[in-house]
């Protein structure tokens, strides 16, 4: 198992990563973040992808796809990806991580992978 502040380290150890952060969805507020640039201000990204995730759970209620569970949520930029992963585990429910990634230098599929991997590994 793994605490938030040993999840963070991990999503860091993700060829590409540039910042990481364990996200309350309700909020917006970060439990934890990890990494960053002077161009990337993780507080407030990670408070800004809540309303993403909060538009996508919208739009998946007003299709009426109740027997579908958000896997994750990628914003494509033109140097880096996004990557949301609502978390699964007991205790981690609202709460989803929050990826950078430098495009260039990332894996997408093994980003996702190592994100699922994260998600089933924390406990809170």
Do not use: C, W
Request: hydrophobic letters at 45%.
């Amino acid at each position: 198992m793994s605490s938030i502040e040993a999840a963070l380290k991990d999503a860091m150890a993700i060829d590409g990563a540039i910042g990481a952060a364990i996200v309350d969805a309700d909020s917006g507020m970060a439990l934890g973040t990890l990494g960053a640039t002077s161009d990337l201000d993780l507080n407030l990204a990670a408070a800004g992808s809540t309303d993403l995730v909060r538009a996508t759970r919208r739009g998946l209620d007003l299709l009426g796809l109740h027997d579908q569970a958000l896997e994750d949520t990628l914003t494509t930029l033109t140097r880096q990806y996004h990557l949301i992963r609502p978390l699964t585990r007991p205790g981690g429910r609202g709460l989803f991580l929050y990826l950078v990634l430098d495009r260039a230098r990332a894996n997408l599929a093994m980003a996702r992978h190592h994100a699922r991997r994260i998600d089933a590994e924390l406990e809170i």
